[in-house]
């Protein structure tokens, strides 16, 4: 189904965010039919391109990064078409006249992408206020990072809401526009069967595990000085963490779902010095040239940055007391892998004997790669070898139920988009829960910068320190393989 007609200007239409994710998961949208055919894209960027320029620019991007649901050239040349330029300085008055003269009076949807360093972002809402662009009606689309620590995100709140009421505001985590975390809240609330189950009760603990291969690649400098903490767990694992702990909202609609999110922000524990692993990449074996430590990466010999983190927090509410959640999210690790495990209690006596061994119940929300939900349940073994128990995967994603050729597979960031334009906020970041993330971040952080907490190192290609696996051994339990 089309989305209404609109404008989406792209500030930053010419960075790496908007040519890797933004302007070909437009395209991908334009091939699926729900992009109009009267819709523009303004790339509104630094470099000095014109409108000419910047569609060879485009097309070069979908060329690279449009995946394999591309739909042909004729298509390509028609959403070509759909796209302007503005040189423009967000800092100055360059290009602002003649991007107000492109998109003030039309009766469309205006959406305004700020793909772009935080530092422009109260540069551009202000201009966009001057030059009669931010009315009641238009959206705007900020990316991460938002803010550093608590008093940087409540300063850019407080300059966005000089310009913007929070309901034009969407704060972009693409976590959150993943088809595997909807699927999450589907299955949890569109079930009888597990919701009675969802608590301390009956849940041992739940890990949550974001594992990247890469390293900081190109982003040493800007790395350095966040860290795991702030740069993962801060927003993606602690967004990932209020779906699976919050309470069923009333029904799912944008304040009725980030109410109960917050609630879940706010009754975390502060974590223990005791609770907390850091830890720092080593080179490559034999290959430090391509794969050098993280030191080395970020040319910063002393760096106590991590780029690994694994901790243990509680939720403060009836639900949740005493049940473990494990986060633990790093670089250069063993696998590509983000996955939320909710790993049931034994039962409470097995009638099998010891010889069949303890099964237990494991829910994981596996969503990258291959997204889906599997739950083990424990059978008998088949064959006539008498009564032994086996732990069997139940399949709850898409891809072996439903016919591939009806599913369309939408990327994070071409359904959020789609979602700004429908101006539905359910998956965006609300300002007072990325303010209370950060309440809970901050102490932590101060805390190891206080005790002058130094990262331990762990071998490329790992599951992180040794500490991290102790962490949970400790307390009797293990951390889901990253696979
Ligand atoms: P980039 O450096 O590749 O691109 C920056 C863009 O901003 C360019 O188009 C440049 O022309 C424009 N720009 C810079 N100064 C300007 C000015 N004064 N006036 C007008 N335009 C100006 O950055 P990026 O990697 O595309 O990241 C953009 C934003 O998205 C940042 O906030 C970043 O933290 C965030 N982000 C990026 C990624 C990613 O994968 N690249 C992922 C998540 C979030």
Not at 289 to 299: D, F, I, L, Q
Not at 421 to 441: K, P, S, Y
Request: charged content about 30%; some cysteine; proline content about 5%.
């Amino acid at each position: 189904i089309p989305v209404d007609l609109f404008d989406l200007v792209i500030f930053g239409g010419t960075g790496d965010l908007a040519r890797r994710k933004i302007l070909p998961g437009l395209f991908r949208r334009f091939c699926a039919g729900q992009m109009p055919a009267e819709a523009r894209i303004i790339g509104a960027a630094r470099s000095e391109l014109d409108t000419k320029g910047y569609r060879e620019m485009v097309r070069e991007a979908i060329a690279e990064f449009g995946g394999e649901q591309a739909c042909g050239d004729e298509h390509l040349e028609k959403f070509l078409g759909q796209l302007e330029y503005v040189t423009i300085d967000a800092r100055g008055d360059q290009g602002w006249k003649e991007l107000q003269q492109l998109v003030v009076g039309t009766d469309r949807v205006e959406a305004y992408y700020f793909s772009v360093a935080p530092s422009l972002f109260g540069d551009i809402a202000e201009r966009l206020q001057k030059w009669g662009m931010a009315d009641d009606e238009a959206r705007i689309v900020v990316e991460k990072p938002f803010g550093r620590d608590l008093a940087t995100a409540r300063s850019l709140n407080k300059t966005l809401a000089t310009y913007f009421n929070e309901d034009q505001i969407y704060r972009i985590d693409h976590y959150l526009g993943k088809e595997t975390v909807q699927n999450l809240m589907a299955v949890r609330f569109g079930n009888m069967l597990f919701e009675p189950l969802w608590n301390s009760q009956y849940v041992d603990h739940i890990q949550i595990t974001v594992a990247e291969t890469v390293g900081v690649g190109g982003r040493g400098e800007y790395y350095d000085k966040s860290g795991a903490m702030r740069d993962m767990v801060q927003n993606h694992l602690m967004q990932l963490l209020c779906l699976i702990a919050m309470e069923p909202p009333a029904q799912f609609a944008p304040d009725a779902v980030r109410d109960e999110k917050l609630k879940v922000i706010r009754a975390l524990e502060a974590v223990a010095p005791y609770h907390i692993v850091r830890g720092q990449y080593q080179a490559e074996p034999c290959n430090e040239s391509e794969n050098p430590g993280y030191r080395t990466a970020v040319e910063n010999p002393r760096s106590r940055t991590e780029s690994f983190i694994a901790l243990r927090t509680e939720i403060s509410n009836w639900r949740w007391a005493g049940t473990p959640f494990y986060l633990r999210t790093g670089k250069r690790m063993a696998a590509r892998s983000s996955e939320i495990t909710v790993v049931f209690k034994d039962t409470p006596h097995s009638i099998f004997g010891d010889e069949a061994g303890r099964h237990r119940n494991v829910l994981s929300i596996r969503l990258q790669p291959n997204e889906g939900i599997t739950l083990g349940v424990t059978i008998k073994e088949p064959g006539p070898g008498g009564m032994r128990l086996i732990d069997v995967p139940l399949d709850m994603s898409f891809a072996e139920t439903l016919d591939p050729d009806h599913v369309d597979h939408v990327d994070a960031y071409e359904r959020l988009i789609m979602d700004v334009i429908r101006g539905n906020q359910t998956l965006f970041m609300r300002g007072d829960e990325v303010e209370a993330a950060w309440a809970w971040t901050d102490p932590i952080i101060e805390g190891w910068e206080a005790r002058n907490d130094v990262p331990k190192p762990y071998d490329h290609g790992s599951e992180g320190p040794t500490d991290a696996t102790e962490l949970l051994r400790r307390e009797g339990r293990e951390w889901r393989k990253v696979k």
